[in-house]
């Protein structure tokens, strides 16, 4: 047997056993809503079934980052998604995660709230953000060392970010709020989605984060920490070119901008897309790290991975330490496909 399967067999046994102790204590299943994303003919509903003491307090912004990971999922749970007229009946994974497809649905473009059910659980509300049919400009966001500092995947910093610091302290790069802003001057029905390999856990101080930090709203799509068939732990960078790929296939129409870091494997990721999808993405701008952040974050005093930034591909690429420098690259070689440049160039 693989030790990835021992590892599997080990934490669904050690949550069975938590969810019968915590169920004996009286915790009841509670739902978090996390914010899914769609079109006007489909939208993915996106959510978590855990166990929950309802007699505590509840969660605030400033607790010790661990809180948000001492948790019991509720796998194979029964689940009811409301979106508009249509009512989709369906169960949780393994894990607890709830993602419903739901086809017709009849949600005008903008945010709108959609409802989750499940067995013995208070129902909750969950954001949707339906995309606009005329939306030809979307942006794809990295949130770890892109907009956040965290210093990730480095794990002694990663662990003392995420499970030992206020969740409130974590600080944004400066200049992406800025950046952001210009990047969709002129396209304010573009999608914003946040594409990490961060956990589920964090959603809400994310999200939190965000708001806070004047950057633009848009659906999260994290991942889990857990051991998999294949592996002891998920691949971050398998999790993004999945998900980077849905979102070509979801949205056609849709020209991608790419934001990541070269502290991971974004420069790699992003280059892939575009060698494989030349005409959907509409540009590549990449945070770059400076040698001290580099050793925190892999241990080497460089990027673990570049991009070719000469367009041989057919996507522009600019690099910056932070977001000012990004907007300044960016103000002197704009994207043609956002400034509408294109359409100029050949007249």
């Known amino acids: 047997m693989a030790l990835s399967d021992v590892a599997r067999k080990t934490e669904r046994m050690i949550n069975r056993v938590g969810r019968q102790r915590k169920l004996a204590k009286g915790w009841r299943p509670a739902i978090t809503g996390f914010s899914g994303y769609g079109s006007v003919d489909r939208v993915h509903v996106l959510g978590r079934v ?19 990971f001492i948790t019991t999922q509720v796998g194979d749970h029964p689940v009811t998604v409301r979106v508009g007229d249509q009512v989709v009946h369906s169960r949780t994974d393994s894990n607890g995660y709830i993602d419903v497809l739901v086809l017709d649905h009849g949600l005008e473009p903008g945010w709108n709230e959609v409802t989750i059910e499940a067995r013995d659980a208070r129902p909750v509300t969950a954001r949707v953000l339906i995309v606009e049919p005329s939306a030809r400009i979307g942006l794809v966001s990295d949130i770890d060392d892109t907009v956040m500092v965290t210093w990730l995947p480095r794990a002694v910093l990663a662990a003392w970010n995420s499970w030992v610091r206020h969740t409130n302290t974590r600080k944004p790069v400066p200049g992406m709020a800025e950046f952001y802003r210009e990047l969709l001057a002129d396209h304010p029905g573009a999608p914003v989605v946040y594409l990490s390999t961060g956990a589920w856990n964090t959603f809400e101080t994310l999200e939190n984060f965000l708001a806070v930090n004047g950057l633009p709203d848009g659906p999260m799509l994290l991942t889990d920490w857990g051991p998999t068939p294949t592996g002891l732990f998920r691949s971050g960078q398998e999790h993004k070119r999945v998900q980077l790929r849905n979102l070509f296939i979801d949205f056609p129409d849709i020209n991608w901008i790419l934001v990541g870091d070269d502290g991971q494997h974004d420069p790699l990721i992003y280059s892939d897309a575009v060698f494989e999808h030349p005409d959907r993405v509409a540009g590549v701008a990449i ?22 930034g000469d367009d041989r591909h057919g996507a522009p690429v600019i690099q910056g330490a932070d977001g000012h420098e990004l907007l300044e690259r960016f103000r002197a070689r704009p994207f043609p496909q956002v400034t509408g440049s294109v359409e100029q160039d050949g007249q």
């Open 287 to 308: 945070r770059q790290l400076s040698p001290g952040e580099h050793v925190l974050s892999h241990g080497t005093a460089s990027a673990l991975e570049k991009i070719d």
């Open 50 to 68: 855990l166990m929950e003491d309802p007699y505590s307090e509840p969660q605030t912004d400033i607790q010790r980052g661990w809180r948000q």
